[in-house]
T-cell receptor, first 110, second 113 residues
Framework: QKEVEQNSGPLSVPEGAIASLNCTYS??????FFWYRQYSGKSPELIMF????GDKEDGRFTAQLNKASQYVSLLIRDSQPSDSATYLC??????????FGKGTSLLVTP | DVKVTQSSRYLVKRTGEKVFLECVQD?????MFWYRQDPGLGLRLIYF???????EKGDIPEGYSVSREKKERFSLILESASTNQTSMYLC????????????FGSGTQLSVL
């Protein structure tokens, strides 16, 4: 069974700080990596995707991928209380569909 | 924007009932998926479809079936609902094979009593 692992949290950061969310995956052949944000009682929403090693930035969000270490991370700069949510890491491995981690709960405190 | 619409936000059914969950997407996406989400277990794939009238089993297909008669519509069927099928059901779509960006519907919280 291919695994996508995330620390369940909660990860608590003060407003304005950088939140760092991490994800590891077991299938070395994985090609595509996604971060979804899920607010309580809502459905997941795609916020970032990355295909190549290195960093990809979009506004306050940066996705980082290291295929050699089988590690993908999401950085949120200038964290806001509205960023408080569960963040799901998803990986397209050799299976037929996205494989999701169980998510990390982020709490941004004012 | 892609819109994925699930017919019901909340459903309450009795054990043994046949349950239909409907999902419609409006962006001509090829791929459609049904997941369930449970606390501590995350998102688990039930069934998916890459084309009209085509279906493939996901990781937990037991007790479920699906139908895709039209490209925009993907239905999940619980043949005989059981209490362990109480869950949040999420429908998703993606443009085509090789483009795995998923867009989710708002979800159906199903309670089986």
């Amino acid at each position: 069974q291919k695994e996508v692992e995330q620390n369940s949290g909660p990860l608590s950061v003060p407003e304005g700080a950088i939140a760092s969310l991490n994800c590891t995956y077991s299938d070395r052949g994985s090609q595509s990596f996604f971060w979804y944000r899920q607010y309580s009682g809502k459905s997941p929403e795609l916020i970032m995707f990355i295909y190549s090693n290195g960093d990809k930035e979009d506004g306050r969000f940066t996705a980082q991928l290291n295929k050699a270490s089988q590690y993908v991370s999401l950085l949120i700069r200038d964290s806001q209380p509205s960023d408080s949510a569960t963040y799901l890491c998803a990986v397209k491995d050799s299976g037929y569909a996205l494989n999701f981690g169980k998510g990390t709960s982020l709490l941004v405190t004012p | 924007d892609v819109k994925v619409t699930q017919s019901s936000r909340y459903l309450v059914k009795r054990t043994g009932e046949k349950v239909f969950l409907e999902c419609v997407q409006d962006m001509d996406h090829e791929n459609m998926f049904w997941y369930r989400q449970d606390p501590g277990l995350g998102l688990r794939l039930i069934y998916f479809s890459y084309d009209v009238k085509m279906k493939e089993k996901g990781d937990i297909p037991e007790g479920y079936s699906v139908s895709r008669e039209k490209k925009e519509r993907f239905s999940l069927i619980l043949e005989s609902a059981s209490t362990n099928q109480t869950s949040m059901y999420l429908c998703a779509s993606s443009l085509q094979a090789g483009d795995e960006k998923l867009f989710f519907g708002s979800g159906t919280q199903l309670s089986v009593l």
